[in-house]
């Protein structure tokens, strides 16, 4: 079973419109959590990260919760544009030892005209 | 350049070809991870250097998969006798410290699409 799980799997908006991705882990102990962004043919590039003390997180249009007692994130993208059209990818770090990370499979986000 | 670099962007081999992928990390990184990534799933850790050292390969698939970092800058992951399966986008991540503190971010490279045929 994989310690990341993310939904839904792909998401059609239309531009303008709001969305909320979802991410479930089992990882633990934890020691912080990543929205990544990854347009096609490029590498992941971080939007937020929270340790678990931590349960919001903004960076400009887009804002991340969590709730480290039920392993639950949430990446909310307000007013969206094209441009978000990409892969968004959870990605949980435990603790000990060096940065290991274990990734979602990503939620495929396309923003249509 | 100020990013992580990989080369080359696209592989084309025929299986049992032996391949080699290469990876520039930003410059004075410790810290470097190869992940393998499939077709619509998350990357998936290979292996971690620490500088020259490699300090986890528990993620490399078979004896097939071997990576150096000899100097503790530029790493290339090798593939000997590829196999269809091999086919995936190889992401070279760089981090600037040894330790996994809350704001040691890893950076990636734009990734080595792999295509076994």
């Given at each position: 079973k994989n310690q990341v799980e993310q939904s839904p799997q792909s998401l059609i908006i239309l531009e303008g419109k709001n969305c909320t991705l979802q991410c479930n882990y089992t990882v633990s102990p934890f020691s912080n959590l990543r929205w990544y962004k990854q347009d096609t043919g490029r590498g992941p590039v971080s939007l937020t990260i929270m340790t678990f003390s931590e349960n919001t997180k903004s960076n400009g249009r887009y804002t991340a919760t969590l709730d480290a007692d039920t392993k639950q994130s949430s990446l909310h993208i307000t007013a969206?544009?094209?441009?978000?059209?990409a892969s968004y990818i959870c990605v949980v770090r435990g603790t000990g030892g060096y940065n290991k990370l274990i990734f979602g499979a990503g939620t495929r986000l396309a923003v249509h005209p | 350049g100020a990013g992580v670099s990989q080369s080359p962007r696209y592989k084309v081999a025929k299986r049992g070809q032996d391949v080699a992928l290469r990876c520039d990390p930003?410059?004075?990184?410790?810290s470097l991870f190869w992940y393998q990534q499939a077709l619509g799933q998350g990357p998936e850790f290979l292996t971690y250097f620490q500088n020259e050292a490699?300090?986890?390969?528990?993620?490399?698939?078979?004896?097939r998969f071997f990576a150096e970092r000899p100097e503790g800058s530029v790493s290339t992951l090798k593939i000997q006798r590829?196999?269809?399966?091999?086919s995936a986008v190889y992401l070279c991540a760089s981090s600037l410290g040894s330790k996994g503190t809350s704001g040691n971010e890893q950076f990636f490279g734009p990734g080595t699409r792999l295509t076994v045929l």
């Open positions: 969206s544009q094209l441009s978000d059209s | 930003i410059s004075g990184h410790v490699q300090l986890d390969k528990s993620g490399l698939p078979s004896d590829t196999q269809q399966e091999d």
